[in-house]
């Protein structure tokens, strides 16, 4: 089975702090994504990995950066915290050529930012 | 750009009755769909995965159907349970890797 994991259930963070937020997983997957999650709004694509080191802007990267340095891993980072990033954080990953692969999630990340 | 819709917004259902979940997209231009189950303060879970060339996939006590040319996919969950009780999210593919959501059904299925 695959097998995404996120390093933090729960997070809470004071404003102007550098947060990351780990994901990882198990599938030798090429593609990863970070997504956020608000009531009203779903699920929105924050930045999406195709490959180590390569990286390409969702529909709401401001305020977030991104780092993939090993297949496995990808990071989402907050450079400097704001209240209306709480929400929950959720990560994925997909075999390359996912039109015919699903995409697999993590448990997610609540985070607070007080 | 894409939309995807998902009516009604929330259900609710008494035990064993059959249901189905609606999801309408703007833009058939797809490669896939894809269904996904939600528990509170959860990820997400996949459930089935259409291809554009497929009109259905089954697993279990599920059914999804793709209507492509009318941009429109339904889950049949057949002899509800209690512990189906969950959000219900469809996702589309395009061009790209990426997954456009709909908002999802919060179904409550009642003992």
């Known amino acids: 089975d695959v097998k995404v994991t996120q390093s933090s259930r729960y997070l809470v963070k004071r404003t102007g702090e550098k947060v990351f937020l780990e994901c990882v997983q198990d599938?030798?997957?090429?593609?990863m994504f970070w997504y956020r999650q608000d009531p009203g709004l779903g699920l929105r694509l924050i930045y999406f990995?195709?490959?180590?080191?390569?990286?390409e802007k969702g529909d709401i990267p401001e305020g977030y950066s991104v780092s993939r340095e090993k297949k496995e891993r990808f990071s989402l980072i907050l450079e400097s915290a704001s209240t209306n990033q709480t929400s929950m954080y959720l990560c994925a990953s997909s075999l390359s050529g996912s039109r015919t692969y699903e995409q697999y999630f993590g448990p997610g990340t609540r985070l607070t930012v007080t | 750009k894409q939309e995807v819709t998902q009516i009604p917004a929330a259900l609710s259902v008494p035990e064993g009755e059959n249901l189905v979940l609606n999801c309408s997209f703007t833009?058939?231009?797809?490669?896939?769909l894809q269904w996904f189950r939600q528990d509170p303060g959860k990820g997400l879970t996949s459930l089935l995965l259409i291809q554009s060339s497929q009109r259905e996939q089954t697993s279990g006590r599920l059914n999804a159907s793709l209507d492509k040319s009318s941009g429109r996919s339904t889950l049949y969950i057949a002899a509800s349970q209690p512990g189906d009780s969950a959000t219900y999210l469809c996702a589309v593919q395009g061009g790209s890797e990426k997954l456009v959501f709909g908002k999802g059904t919060k179904l409550t299925v009642n003992p």
């Open positions: 833009d058939s231009a797809i490669y896939n």
């Open positions: 990995s195709y490959d180590v080191k390569m990286k």
């Open positions: 599938m030798d997957h090429e593609n």
